[in-house]
């Protein structure tokens, strides 16, 4: 008789850590990814593409920087192979493995503001990091998306790594953390940087030096990069490596307008984030946290809660990471939602407390309803986004592209090259039709406007002799406005120009593109 409380305790045990954690992971997951699922969205996006192309060309041989240009760090190539690997003949494999990523980071997160605030902050939290999934992510695929598990694990060590003073070994396996979501891109790494500012401040209070605790984090996130940078290395890739996802990227991030631009970026992309109500939560939570932070200002490091103290730095930390590349590109903005979601879960956790501060007589019947309440405004705020998602399922669905993959793949062969001018290799991806030149989107040609690389890229083409060239440009000829500036600097550009106008006839035009076939 004895054994049955402790059956049932252990019953109720599993019920609220593991089967009820999973079941809202797994609604948010469904929620936020349904609409991008390859039944539904068959045209992934542009980014999407050159991943895709990328990742299936490793599959064939081919090594990322060297064979195929783009400036994203590696690790996204990788993921998506495997993906193509698991299902070579469709998008499902790339799509389990998003599913993947995307459950674990609203299990993690979920797990943690339960953990520290209670079922009403997890709740709370959850919601909004799918609703702003389901406002950003689209149609997915992108670096920041992987990126997003790291972050939610690195807050959980985080927090657990405080009440413990820093251990070193903590300290390195946030670090390989890092190194990890660093290679899947370079800007989600503001946690990380949240990390070492308050190892370093702690230790000063503690009159400590900080340097072990700085190599250990150093070390951690060194792993996967050292890894990486050898393997690009033993593959005669490494320069170009260094050269596109880093040198370029100080050029692209360079070519706005400085403070006047980035301004009008920030409102704009935010603006995305006012869906379910997100970004009014994280930033009320915030000033919540602001005010929580304020009244233990002056027992910082032993009275106030780690995770508050957190997420009140990691958020303007995100925001500027976002705003440096001046353009507000949608997918950026996956990278604070883990932030933004632990500060939904902050506001529940903390108006109470703040409320309990006034001094009136029946505030603590107020406090215990508020949880309940906020939670409540939270769901309310998630109408738009129910209503919406008819038809975000079907823009989603919408594939402009299909003639024009279709025509390309009963009119080449397996083993035919096709060139997109422009940028959009998702064709070349989804026709399977390898392009003629490692620069199979030329965004890099017209930023850094360099004449070798333009000399390699036709010297590619003439060599290779791709059976198709499709024009996106819009223009109705193949030599009209091609490369004008560069061929008033290249002799190689001019008659490589020349012998395109010469040896390819247009066959046939899908809205404003042309497609031409080599006629030699």
Same mark, same amino acid.
């Given at each position: 008789?004895?054994?049955?409380?402790?059956?049932?305790?252990?019953?109720?045990?599993?019920?609220?850590?593991?089967?009820?954690?999973?079941?809202?992971?797994? @609604?948010?997951?469904?929620?936020?990814?349904?609409?991008?699922?390859?039944?539904? @969205?068959?045209?992934?996006?542009?980014?999407?593409?050159?991943?895709?192309?990328?990742?299936?060309?490793?599959?064939?041989?081919?090594?990322?920087?060297?064979?195929?240009?783009?400036?994203?760090?590696?690790?996204?190539?990788?993921?998506?192979?495997?993906?193509?690997?698991?299902?070579?003949?469709?998008?499902?494999?790339?799509?389990?493995?998003?599913?993947?990523?995307?459950?674990?980071?609203?299990?993690?997160?979920?797990?943690?503001?339960?953990?520290?605030?209670?079922?009403?902050s997890?709740?709370?939290?959850?919601?909004?990091?799918?609703?702003?999934?389901?406002?950003?992510?689209?149609?997915?695929?992108?670096?920041?998306?992987?990126?997003?598990?790291?972050?939610?694990?690195?807050?959980?060590?985080?927090?657990?790594?405080?009440?413990?003073?820093?251990?070193?070994?903590?300290?390195?396996?946030?670090?390989?953390?890092?190194?990890?979501?660093?290679?899947?891109?370079?800007?989600t790494?503001?946690?990380?940087?949240?990390?070492?500012?308050?190892?370093? =401040?702690?230790?000063?209070?503690?009159?400590?030096?900080?340097?072990?605790?700085?190599?250990?984090?150093?070390?951690g996130?060194?792993?996967?990069?050292?890894?990486?940078?050898?393997? *690009?290395?033993?593959?005669?890739?490494?320069?170009? %490596?260094?050269?596109?996802?880093?040198?370029?990227?100080f050029?692209?991030?360079?070519?706005?307008?400085?403070?006047?631009?980035?301004?009008?970026? %920030?409102?704009?992309?935010?603006?995305?984030?006012?869906?379910?109500?997100?970004?009014?939560?994280?930033?009320?939570?915030w000033?919540?946290? *602001?005010?929580?932070?304020?009244?233990?200002?002056?027992? *910082?490091?032993?009275?106030?809660?780690?995770?508050?103290?957190?997420?009140?730095?990691?958020?303007?930390?995100?925001?500027?990471?976002?705003?440096?590349?001046?353009?507000? !590109?949608?997918?950026?903005?996956?990278?604070?939602?883990?932030? @933004?979601?632990?500060?939904?879960?902050?506001?529940?956790?903390?108006?109470?407390?703040? !409320?309990?501060?006034?001094?009136?007589?029946?505030?603590?019947?107020?406090?215990?309803g508020?949880?309940?309440? +906020?939670?409540?405004? !939270?769901?309310?705020?998630?109408?738009?986004?129910?209503?919406?998602?008819?038809?975000? *399922?079907?823009? #989603?669905?919408?594939?402009?592209?299909?003639?024009?993959?279709?025509?390309?793949?009963?009119n080449?062969?397996?083993?035919?090259?096709?060139l997109?001018?422009? =940028?959009?290799?998702?064709?070349?991806? #989804?026709?399977?039709?390898?392009?003629?030149?490692?620069? +199979?989107?030329?965004?890099?040609l017209?930023?850094?406007?360099?004449?070798? @690389? %333009?000399?390699?890229?036709?010297?590619?083409i003439?060599?290779?002799?791709p059976? %198709?060239?499709?024009?996106?440009?819009?223009?109705?000829?193949?030599?009209?406005?091609?490369?004008?500036?560069?061929q008033?600097?290249?002799?190689?550009?001019?008659?490589?120009?020349?012998?395109?106008?010469?040896?390819?006839q247009?066959?046939?035009?899908?809205?404003?593109?042309? +497609?031409?076939? #080599?006629?030699?």
């Open positions: 008789m004895s054994s049955v409380p402790g059956a049932r305790i252990g019953r109720h045990s599993i019920v609220q850590e593991v089967i009820v954690p999973s079941l809202v992971s797994m @609604m948010g997951t469904l929620i936020a990814l349904f609409p991008n699922n390859p039944a539904n @969205m068959t045209l992934p996006s542009r980014d999407s593409g050159v991943f895709l192309y990328i990742g299936w060309r490793f599959l064939n041989g081919d090594i990322p920087y060297r064979d195929v240009w783009d400036h994203k760090p590696p690790l996204i190539y990788f993921v998506d192979a495997l993906g193509i690997a698991l299902t070579s003949d469709s998008l499902w494999g790339v799509w389990f493995l998003q599913f993947i990523c995307i459950f674990c980071t609203l299990f993690f997160i979920y797990k943690l503001l339960d953990r520290e605030f209670g079922i009403y997890a709740l709370a939290g959850t919601i909004t990091l799918t609703s702003g999934l389901l406002t950003i992510l689209e149609k997915g695929n992108v670096t920041e998306e992987y990126a997003l598990i790291f972050q939610a694990l690195c807050f959980w060590l985080f927090v657990s790594a405080w009440r413990r003073d820093f251990p070193l070994r903590s300290s390195f396996w946030i670090g390989v953390l890092g190194g990890i979501a660093f290679n899947f891109k370079q800007t790494v503001g946690i990380w940087i949240t990390y070492g500012l308050f190892l370093l =401040a702690i230790r000063i209070v503690q009159r400590k030096l900080p340097f072990r605790d700085l190599l250990s984090l150093l070390a996130w060194l792993v996967p990069s050292v890894i990486l940078m050898l393997y *690009l290395t033993s593959q005669g890739a490494f320069t170009e %490596f260094w050269e596109q996802a880093f040198l370029y990227n050029v692209y991030i360079g070519k706005h307008e400085g403070i006047r631009r980035l301004i009008p970026v %920030f409102l704009k992309g935010f603006a995305y984030l006012q869906n379910g109500w997100v970004l009014y939560l994280s930033v009320i939570g000033f919540a946290a *602001l005010g929580y932070v304020w009244l233990k200002r002056n027992q *910082l490091f032993t009275e106030a809660h780690p995770l508050i103290l957190i997420s009140l730095v990691n958020l303007p930390i995100e925001v500027f990471f976002i705003t440096i590349s001046g353009r507000s !590109i949608l997918h950026y903005y996956l990278t604070p939602l883990p932030v @933004m979601a632990i500060l939904a879960g902050t506001l529940v956790y903390t108006l109470p407390f703040l !409320i309990g501060k006034i001094p009136a007589r029946d505030v603590q019947k107020i406090q215990t508020i949880p309940g309440i +906020v939670l409540i405004l !939270i769901l309310l705020g998630q109408w738009g986004q129910v209503s919406y998602y008819p038809s975000y *399922l079907r823009v #989603l669905s919408d594939d402009d592209y299909a003639p024009v993959i279709d025509y390309v793949s009963h080449t062969n397996e083993g035919d090259q096709v997109l001018i422009g =940028a959009e290799s998702v064709v070349n991806f #989804l026709a399977r039709r390898e392009a003629p030149t490692r620069y +199979v989107y030329q965004y890099p017209a930023t850094l406007g360099r004449r070798p @690389m %333009f000399e390699e890229y036709f010297h590619q003439l060599e290779n002799k059976v %198709f060239i499709i024009d996106t440009r819009g223009q109705s000829h193949l030599t009209e406005k091609l490369y004008t500036p560069m008033k600097r290249s002799q190689i550009v001019r008659d490589g120009v020349q012998y395109l106008g010469v040896n390819y247009q066959v046939a035009q899908f809205d404003d593109w042309f +497609v031409y076939r #080599l006629i030699e």
